[in-house]
């Protein structure tokens, strides 16, 4: 009897571990799938991305996603790319719709089912996408002077008697470089409280190496110099893990080189940031990717972004998008004592010469003071303001049809314009239609001909000649990148 009970339970525990040892013959290896392109940290710059998947034999088919992030900069989505159910397990992806993906790139997935029940998957981050450039072609570099400070980017925020003016200048010194940002904000207040104030301010990156990457390298120098605090360096490291993971961490430093804060209530305020050649090694270089970014609060107390490479969010932190700044080569003519001798050698007609070419290169020079509006400047521009913004849809409006209700001269006005927003009577004009139609194409389905018509414009190709010139874009794919769902 007892050996019946010990024979049954042996033949229980036999078939107990049967299912275990026919699993073992059968298993699958725990690395059978795997990512062939795209590889990690790859810049995708065509209108396709092919998806390849190494899988062992035992597989059947195999499942593909992608997670990108939405042109609105804020959420990303996850899309079924679909199932491939035979090897080769390759895929072709069409990015024409895609906005493109800096900073932290896309991340795809694969699961692949085997014939035996079981499933494996496999991951692959930080793949950039870039096939969406600023422009036909690349942008010209700034040359920067060692004589006066030269512009590198003039900015209005909103058209009205309370626009923000930004102005954003550099120049080589003996020691390095320096950068000053002016921003004239009639409705600045330093009582806005110091979270507000550690919003407010600039940010100066830039890249010695000038290499062109989806995201900041750690030799790059990103200065943050906030209004209510002591500026401080950002220093990004790219984190590539097991797995197919990548990451961005980012570390505060201390700016030990001298920085300039200066605020006015009611003006606005200004800073100066030196960069001395000992951040870079004791060398100054002839050429680098820079990028400023300049932080200013709206009406309501959000935070507003203007930037040298015209990129917002996160891609203005990417150096693929980055501005070229160069030291400009001084020539003769640059001289004032060559341009003194040759006036008076060359009498009265050489000096004129002179004083010409003097007055060209000196008139970049800029004076803070000179964009704190007076009490009369003040009125004098509400009311150029508030007659654009009601007839800035009317079609040929020019500023001949402003000079009778304004009571003001056409040179006049355009010079209150030119010294306070950088632009003429039509091109602020046209700014300002651009971004009527921005509005327009963002929130509504109507034609691109109907917008450009509602805004304005003569037709749709002058809409999409200024969409071009101040934001380096066309109306379609503003659209594209941007219109809310």
């Not at 300039?260 to 870079?280: L, T």
Request: aromatic share 10%.
């Amino acid at each position: 009897m007892i050996r019946k009970r010990v024979l049954v339970r042996l033949f229980i525990a036999a078939l107990t571990c049967f299912p275990v040892f026919v699993f073992s013959a059968t298993a699958i290896d725990p690395h059978c799938i795997s990512f062939e392109s795209p590889l990690q940290t790859a810049v995708i710059a065509s209108s396709t991305c092919t998806l390849s998947v190494h899988a062992c034999a035992e597989a059947q088919s195999v499942d593909l996603n992608v997670r990108y992030e939405l042109s609105n900069g804020k959420t990303d989505t996850t899309v079924d790319l679909g199932t491939i159910a035979q090897p080769p397990f390759k895929l072709v992806w069409n990015t024409v719709g895609i906005p493109n993906q800096l900073f932290k790139g896309m991340a795809f997935s694969a699961e692949a089912a085997f014939k035996n029940g079981t499933r494996q998957s496999a991951r692959v981050e930080g793949i950039f996408l870039y096939n969406k450039p600023r422009g036909a072609s690349p942008q010209p570099p700034i040359i920067l002077s060692e004589l006066t400070k030269t512009p590198l980017f003039i900015d209005t925020l909103f058209a009205g008697p309370d626009s923000i003016f930004i102005r954003m200048l550099g120049k080589y010194t003996d020691g390095g470089l320096l950068f000053t940002l002016l921003v004239v904000d009639p409705l600045f207040s330093s009582a806005a409280g110091n979270d507000k104030m550690a919003g407010m301010g600039a940010e100066l990156l830039l890249d010695p190496a000038m290499i062109k990457t989806p995201f900041p390298a750690e030799k790059s120098l990103i200065v943050v110099v906030p209004l209510s605090d002591k500026p401080y360096r950002v220093i990004y490291k790219s984190l590539i893990g097991p797995d197919g993971k990548f990451d961005l961490s980012k570390d505060l430093a201390d700016y030990p080189y001298q920085t300039n804060v200066k605020k006015a209530d009611g003006k606005g305020f200004r800073i100066d940031i030196n960069v001395p050649k000992e951040v870079f090694g004791g060398t100054m270089p002839e050429s680098l990717s820079c990028n400023i970014l300049a932080k200013v609060l709206d009406k309501k107390g959000n935070e507003l972004v203007s930037s040298l490479c015209e990129a917002s969010g996160e891609s203005a932190y990417c150096p693929l998008l980055w501005t070229e700044i160069k030291r400009g080569k001084p020539g003769f003519a640059s001289n004032a004592l060559f341009v003194f001798g040759v006036g008076f050698l060359g009498g009265l007609a050489l000096m004129l010469v002179g004083n010409r070419l003097y007055a060209l290169i000196f008139r970049n020079t800029v004076d803070f003071n000179k964009f704190e509006l007076g009490v009369e400047d003040k009125k004098i521009m509400e009311g150029i303001y508030d007659y654009i913004e009601r007839n800035v849809t009317k079609k040929d409006l020019a500023v001949r049809d402003a000079v009778i209700e304004l009571n003001l001269s056409g040179p006049k006005i355009d010079a209150f314009l030119k010294k306070y927003t950088g632009k003429s009577f039509r091109l602020y004009v046209m700014k300002s239609r651009v971004e009527i139609a921005k509005e327009r194409l963002r929130s509504s389905h109507a034609g691109q001909s109907t917008v450009a018509d509602s805004c304005g414009f003569k037709n749709l190709e002058e809409m999409i000649k200024c969409f071009k010139k101040f934001y380096r874009t066309t109306p379609a794919l503003y659209r594209r990148e941007n219109q809310v769902a």
